[in-house]
């Protein structure tokens, strides 16, 4: 499996805050209860929780990516 | 802002500097498209349309309107793709220090057109739109005369070309907020990926440059990509335009060579009016830099860089002695978190939780949050579908920096400043506070 990172989409987010609970290695929250995302590669043991973490989003805010997403223009 | 007549007209062949202003010569009004054609020739031979991408490449032309990104690669993105493209114009300018767009829309259209018509071609677009800030009735009425008058003359073969007023906020310029008004929604940033160059105007790939880059273009097509790189340095080739304000003898749109001092640039608008304490380079998204620093450096990304400063769309403003840099970067910070397109979280409550403890330290309420704003900032960096976080973070930074000393004099609620204020902030806007 190709290395992927979790991205937020800021836009789509309300601040449930359940990713932080469901995969508190990589997600806290900030003080108005914003999702702060470690951007590094996930790891594979993580990519269990990780994919459950963005299942749970209600509001489908939070993204796993390709780790190496080209730059866009 | 007003574009002060330039000192050297322009030679019928290729100009030197004056380059973008030399069509201003002739007074203040805009310029029609017989003048316009005398001056510069006509536009695009066709042999230079064949490889326009290769010429702007070549040149070394980056995006003027604030991010320098190379205008060649970009192009490159459209012209790969298939289907209907599209070509923005980009003069929304909701920059409140910045008044270049608007001045060369205003007195020189048919030079931004003519480049948006030959980008147009090279990336197989046959629509041109240009957008404008709504309030700017004198661009729009400029615009809607050279389209009427080049259309009159068939001068731009299968491509058309047409104006739209964009709202006048601050995030309306940034291009995806800029497509998506285009495609009826609200002029507000879209999370990315899709690019515009991916998936604009009507989901077709699209082109978005700021005005400034296209009248270049226009340039670049006719004179080469040697005469370009003529002015300015390797890396930083070229002329720009600087919207210079506050205190200086003459306030105005400038255009210099990149590579020119501060105080070079200053001089140009007949110079300071007193003892400066500070300049702001790159208007609200910019950095504060100290006044005896910044004049001797030159207007250069890599003279900036070791600041943690950038030429971004080049306004600068001066400011001077007995002005309070506490209260102007209070204002400033209020305009800009007002002015949030209120999408995301981190954006929303942290530019408002920085406006409010800046604007508790200028009025000496002795309530001092520099370490609770250096969080903040740190909270708010990178984490907007924008880079409207990101601009705020890096003037306030600045400004904890350069007014540490008045900062420090405000929490034990005193000031050194005369209650003069200098940053053109919109007033409609700070009256709403």
Request: charged letters at 20%; aromatic letters at 4%.
């Amino acid at each position: 499996m190709k290395s992927e990172r979790l991205r937020v989409n800021p836009i789509a987010c309300e601040a449930h805050g359940l990713c932080a609970e469901l995969l508190p290695e990589r997600i806290t929250l900030d003080e108005w209860g914003y999702p702060i995302v470690d951007p590094a590669p996930l790891s594979r043991e993580l990519h269990r929780e990780a994919r459950r973490a963005v299942a749970s989003c209600p509001t489908l805010a939070l993204l796993l990516e390709q780790a190496a997403s080209r730059r866009a223009a | 802002m007003s574009v002060p007549a330039p000192t050297r007209s322009g030679a019928s062949a290729a100009p030197s500097l004056p380059r973008l202003l030399v069509g201003l010569a002739g007074g203040g009004r805009s310029a029609g498209l017989d003048a316009h054609l005398e001056r510069y020739g006509a536009h695009g031979a066709s042999h230079v349309r064949a490889d326009l991408i290769g010429l702007l490449e070549e040149s070394g032309l980056t995006g003027r309107g604030g991010a320098a990104f190379p205008v060649a690669v970009k192009m490159a993105a459209v012209a790969s793709r298939s289907g209907r493209r599209v070509v923005v114009v980009n003069g929304a300018e909701g920059e409140p220090a910045s008044g270049k767009d608007r001045a060369l829309l205003r007195r020189l259209p048919h030079l931004v057109i003519d480049g948006a018509v030959l980008a147009a071609s090279a990336v197989g677009a046959r629509e041109v739109i240009v957008a404008t800030g709504s309030g700017g009735q004198v661009e729009q009425a400029a615009l809607a005369h050279a389209i009427g008058e080049r259309e009159g003359r068939r001068l731009d073969g299968p491509v058309r070309t047409f104006a739209v007023a964009v709202p006048n906020s601050f995030v309306a310029g940034e291009e995806t907020a800029l497509v998506r008004f285009l495609n009826g929604g609200p002029a507000k940033p879209t999370f990315t990926p899709p690019r515009p160059f991916e998936r604009g105007v009507g989901g077709a790939p699209t082109l978005v440059q700021n005005a400034e880059t296209l009248a270049n273009v226009a340039l670049i097509a006719r004179f080469g990509a040697g005469w370009f790189r003529s002015l300015g340095t390797e890396d930083e080739p070229g002329s720009v335009l600087v919207s210079l304000t506050g205190a200086v003898g003459r306030a105005g749109v400038y255009e210099v060579e990149l590579g020119t001092t501060f105080e070079a640039l200053l001089r140009q608008a007949e110079g300071a009016t007193g003892p400066l304490q500070a300049l702001l380079v790159g208007g609200f998204f910019g950095s504060w830099l100290e006044a005896r620093t910044a004049l001797s450096l030159r207007l250069l990304d890599a003279d900036l860089a070791p600041y943690g400063a950038a030429l971004g769309a080049r306004a600068v403003v001066a400011l001077p002695e007995g002005a309070c840099g506490v209260v102007e970067t209070a204002r400033v910070a209020g305009y800009l978190a007002r002015e949030s397109a209120g999408q995301c979280g981190p954006c929303v409550h942290g530019l408002a939780a920085v406006a409010r403890a800046l604007g508790r330290l200028a009025r000496r309420e002795r309530d001092d949050r520099r370490g609770d704003l250096l969080r903040w900032l740190d909270l708010v960096r990178g984490r907007g579908a924008c880079r409207h976080p990101d601009g705020a973070a890096r003037f306030v930074a600045s400004a904890l920096d350069v007014f540490a000393d008045e900062f420090s004099l405000h929490a034990r609620g005193r000031c050194s400043g005369a209650g003069r204020l200098v940053l053109p902030v919109p007033k409609r806007q700070e009256a709403a506070a």
